[in-house]
């Protein structure tokens, strides 16, 4: 499949992540809709302010992020969809198309990359070759999608996934990172990181974190609801509508949480942000006043 093939899918996808407003959101009940693009946080018991701390374009230096089309099952947009952040308030983005991890301080600085098979798929030469192969052997070749992250007990831990493109079979791993590259872990780290993601996030201070469809909640101590956080808003092109999912992460000492959404490069044209000039991902902090 050509980059020329690929880029008309992205215009279609309606599940990905959602798009620019900066505001405050404070006062009894009140929501924030900047720009009037869709998404909003009610924070009736307490007031945020944003700011967009990491913005980088489409592409593969250090900072930008890679944009690109899979095949198969999988679907057909790999952009990043995966952060999460350590012990220190470091980001890490899941930059699959690249092959890397980029690290981030927590004022959105670049910092490093670290290298991992996040997504390896066949060429067509390859793929015809192995389609060949699958006839007479029973045989497929093998794709790698590095699909989870995330920060548990002092380590970064990513959920990888092989599929064979031919036969459709497939296997799971988790790799852990140590002195600067990615090992198999054994079967207790994989279940800790299973149920970290399947339980429900708490910070230091008792605050609960849940997740209901497009609708982030925090939840104090005494069961309240200290605010909503709608990951999910709608952009047109022309008569057609976007829909972007936003990817959200928290940290542990419950004043802060990081939200990551693509950008248009121009606001009134959403059909053209997966293009290769047409926009890239950024990365908002949410902190309490």
């Not at 780290?189 to 429900?200: A, N």
């Not at 092109?237 to 990081?258: A, E, H, I, Q």
């Not at 606001?267 to 053209?272: A, F, L, V």
Request: charged share 25%.
């Amino acid at each position: 499949m050509t980059s020329s093939k690929m880029i008309p899918v992205f215009a279609l996808v309606l599940y990905v992540m959602s798009s620019l407003y900066v505001g405050v959101a404070k006062g009894e009940d009140s929501t924030i809709v900047a720009n009037n693009t869709g998404g909003a946080i009610t924070a009736p018991r307490e007031e945020y302010f944003s700011k967009t701390i990491i913005k980088g374009q489409w592409g593969n230096r250090p900072g930008e992020f890679g944009l690109g089309a899979s095949m198969g099952e999988e679907g057909d947009d790999v952009i990043p969809k995966e952060l999460t952040q350590d012990d220190n308030s470091n980001i890490y983005v899941l930059d699959s198309w690249n092959n890397r991890i980029q690290k981030f301080s927590a004022n959105g600085k670049y910092i490093e990359e670290i290298p991992i098979s996040a997504f390896v798929r066949p060429t067509h030469k390859e793929f015809n070759q192995s389609a060949a192969s699958w006839n007479k052997k029973k045989e497929g070749f093998i794709k790698t999608i590095a699909s989870g992250m995330a920060w548990v007990n002092g380590q970064l831990i990513v959920y990888q996934k092989q599929i064979s493109e031919i036969a459709g079979g497939r296997s799971q791993k988790v790799l852990v990172l140590k002195s600067g590259k990615f090992a198999e872990v054994n079967e207790n780290v994989w279940k800790e990181y299973k149920g970290r993601l399947s339980s429900d996030i708490v910070d230091a201070k008792g605050n609960k974190y849940v997740q209901n469809d497009d609708m982030w909640q925090k939840i104090g101590k005494d069961g309240e609801k200290v605010f909503e956080f709608n990951t999910l808003t709608e952009h047109k092109y022309g008569r057609s509508k976007l829909n972007f999912r936003s990817t959200v992460n928290f940290d542990k000492k419950g004043d802060c949480f990081l939200e990551m959404r693509p950008f248009s490069n121009d606001e009134n044209d959403w059909g053209r942000v997966f293009l290769p000039n047409g926009g890239g991902m950024q990365i908002i902090k949410w902190c309490k006043k």
